[in-house]
């Protein structure tokens, strides 16, 4: 009884319908990734543009958290507060600063804040909370 073959036709037709579906399903979606992949590059100025004056180049300013010290530069223009004597921020100070650029520039919110890797992640979250209680909400973090 093991030895009896058994003829069976596979009918092929569903995974033909089953592949030109993915067929035609790769071809839409290669045509929206190619549109994605289209560069963005606004330099080049057309006639309308000519006449618009450049816009101003915004100062950056900078937090710069130390093992040792705060630097905050705007631009090239630097300032640095060493840690308070019991080794922790010398918050009244770094606070001051924070409210001169806040009165320097009225309508700026963005900041940028450096560490090196030595610097503890509590002192990060530290002056991160420091500077997002002065009225600088926009904290762009950058670690080294």
Not at 116 to 126: A, D, G, M
Not at 134 to 143: A, F, I, K, Q, Y
Request: glycine residues 4%; without cysteine.
């Amino acid at each position: 009884m093991a030895n009896k073959k058994v003829n069976v036709e596979l009918n092929m037709t569903p995974f033909i319908g089953l592949f030109a579906l993915l067929v035609v399903m790769l071809l839409l979606t290669a045509v929206w990734n190619r549109i994605a992949a289209l560069s963005t590059d606004t330099t080049a100025s057309s006639a309308a543009d000519e006449n618009t004056p450049p816009p101003k180049k915004q100062v950056q300013l900078n937090v710069t958290i130390l093992p040792h010290a705060i630097e905050m530069a705007e631009d090239s223009n630097g300032t640095r507060i060493p840690n308070a004597p019991s080794g922790d921020i010398d918050v009244m100070r770094f606070v001051q600063m924070l409210q001169y650029w806040k009165k320097k520039y009225p309508k700026r919110s963005d900041i940028v804040l450096n560490t090196e890797n030595t610097v503890t992640y509590e002192k990060l979250i530290r002056v991160f909370d420091t500077l997002v209680g002065n009225e600088w909400p926009d904290v762009g973090v950058s670690t080294q």
